[in-house]
């Protein structure tokens, strides 16, 4: 009996390093587009996406080698518009947040997105937007997946 109990334990920690592992070499944090002012470089918003399948919570937003920014928000949309792009504060479906405010729910697969056609409760896209008294080179977001600590690190010249 105590055997099976080891082996049981055993199996469940093998399990739980795969999956430790799996998480670690691949991010569920994501950002594919990016939105500036070509005269003023000063103010950034990433939009970013949570592939995995529980919420991921913004722990702190850095630019520049670790400096604390200006000013930090995340946007959130619940229209098919992404948080990137102009006109963003005239659009009722989209709110900015303190970036500790809310969490990141995953992303919704495409069969979700249809079925709400222009229910605007559900959120569907995230952003950060990000203001700083020097030019930004770089934007560091620190976050936490199943309580696993992650960087993500985006680099850009603007």
Not at 13 to 24: G, R, T
Not at 106 to 117: M, R, T
């Amino acid at each position: 009996m105590r055997k099976k109990i080891i082996q049981g334990g055993i199996c469940l920690f093998a399990l739980f390093l795969i999956l430790l592992i799996f998480v670690k070499f691949n991010p569920p944090l994501v950002s594919n587009a990016l939105t500036w002012n070509p005269n003023d470089n000063t103010f950034v918003l990433i939009e970013v996406q949570n592939f995995g399948f529980l919420d991921v919570e913004v722990k702190q937003v850095l630019v520049n080698d670790n400096e604390i920014p200006k000013k930090v928000e995340l946007g959130i949309s619940r229209s098919n518009h992404l948080v990137t792009g102009g006109e963003l504060e005239n659009n009722p479906d989209i709110t900015f947040h303190t970036i500790d405010d809310q969490k990141i729910h995953p992303q919704l697969s495409d069969k979700e997105q249809k079925e709400l056609n222009n229910n605007s409760e559900k959120i569907r896209h995230y952003g950060i937007r990000i203001e700083h008294t020097k030019p930004i080179k770089q934007i560091t977001v620190k976050y936490s997946y199943l309580l696993i600590p992650f960087t993500m690190k985006k680099e850009f010249d603007i």
